[in-house]
């Protein structure tokens, strides 16, 4: 279903994917935030936020009655890079659990602010459905 995509000579990024090849349906899912079903937030940690946008994510694509296997891209907004690199164990440990792999091309992005003043990261995805 998904071919990731490596350059011959390049070594294997650890994280992310450089790239993802696939076919099926597509699903595009807008920016998540650390809130929950009732759009509060469910703390103002950052590592809790990127965890429950995470959460968010996988919602959104269960409705469309996809999995997160079919995941092939992600961009992370972040408001602090620092609070960002600091929370990795606690973000990994639950991409893991929420996500599985991480053959997902990624991008990460500091920008000065997110739309709702409390959001401390926003995710936007994108996934394939196989046919």
Do not use: C
Not at 44 to 66: P, T
Not at 116 to 128: Q, Y
């Amino acid at each position: 279903m998904k071919k990731t995509l490596l350059p011959s000579g390049w070594i294997k990024p650890r994280g992310y994917a450089n790239g993802v090849a696939v076919r099926g349906t597509q699903v595009y899912i807008a920016g998540q935030i650390g809130w929950d079903e009732e759009a509060r937030f469910v703390s103002k940690a950052f590592g809790a936020q990127a965890v429950q946008a995470l959460r968010n994510v996988v919602a959104v694509l269960r409705e469309a009655g996809g999995k997160p296997e079919h995941l092939v891209r992600m961009t992370w907004y972040v408001t602090d890079k620092r609070a960002y690199l600091a929370a990795a164990k606690e973000i990994g440990a639950a991409f893991r659990e929420l996500i599985g792999d991480y053959d997902i091309a990624m991008s990460a992005v500091q920008v000065v602010a997110l739309i709702e003043d409390d959001a401390l990261v926003e995710i936007e995805a994108t996934a394939v459905i196989p046919d």
